[in-house]
C-alpha cells in the first residue's frame, strides 16, 4: 500500500470534562471505548457527514480503531480514534468526533478529550508509561500544548508524556 502523508490532526478540546457532557443540559453521561467493529463501519462513512475514510484506518493491520459510545447506548458512535501501538508509545493517526458533536449545534462536549485520554491509558497498559503522539495542524500545536499538556517536540510532532497522560486519565477514568 503506499505511503499516505500525514496532515496532521486538527481536533479541537472543547472542553475537559469526567466524560461527555451534554451541551443544553450540562448533564455527564459515562462512557465506553471499544474496538470498531465492522458493521459500525456503514455509519461512520463520508455519506453520514464523517470527514475521514475510517474504512482505509480500519484496513491498515498495524492500526486498531477504537469507537467512544455513551454507557448502555452502544449503537450511537460519539467519536472515533485511530491508535497504533509502537515500540515506546502509542501514535494517533486521527481523532474525529461524530458529525452532531462538531460545530456551534454540537450535542455533547468532551469527546475528543475523552478519546486521548483513552490513547494514554492504552499506552500505560501497553508499558509506554502514558507517552503519545501524534502530527498536529501547526495553528493548532499551541491549543494542544494548553488542552492536554502535550509539548511540542519539533516540526508538527506533538508528544503527551506521563504527567500530563495521568493528569487526563485520571480526568476521564476515575472509576476504572
Known amino acids: 500500500m503506499g505511503k499516505r502523508k500525514e496532515t496532521g490532526l486538527d481536533f479541537t478540546i472543547d472542553k475537559l470534562t469526567n466524560s461527555i457532557e451534554n451541551v443544553v443540559t450540562g448533564d455527564s453521561f459515562a462512557t465506553d471505548i471499544s474496538v470498531l467493529t465492522t458493521s459500525d463501519l456503514k455509519t461512520v462513512s463520508k455519506k453520514n457527514s464523517w470527514i475521514f475514510n475510517w474504512r482505509n484506518e480500519f484496513k491498515e493491520p498495524a492500526r486498531d480503531v477504537y469507537k467512544l459510545t455513551i454507557v448502555n447506548n452502544p449503537t450511537i458512535i460519539q467519536g ?17 468526533s461524530a458529525p452532531f458533536n462538531k460545530g456551534a449545534s454540537k450535542m455533547y462536549a468532551g469527546v475528543p478529550g475523552n478519546l486521548v485520554a483513552f490513547a494514554c491509558k492504552l ?14 495542524k501547526t495553528q ?18 506533538m508528544i503527551i508524556e506521563t504527567t500530563a497522560a495521568l493528569k487526563l486519565i485520571n480526568k476521564y477514568f476515575q472509576n476504572s
Open 123 to 136: 499506552s500505560f497498559q501497553r508499558g509506554h508509561d502514558g507517552n503519545v503522539s501524534f502530527i498536529s
Open 140 to 157: 493548532l500545536i499551541e491549543h494542544y500544548e494548553k488542552t492536554l499538556g502535550a509539548f511540542h517536540f519539533g516540526g508538527r510532532l
Open 80 to 96: 472515533l480514534i485511530c491508535l497504533e501501538v509502537k515500540a515506546d508509545h502509542v501514535y494517533m493517526h486521527l481523532v474525529e
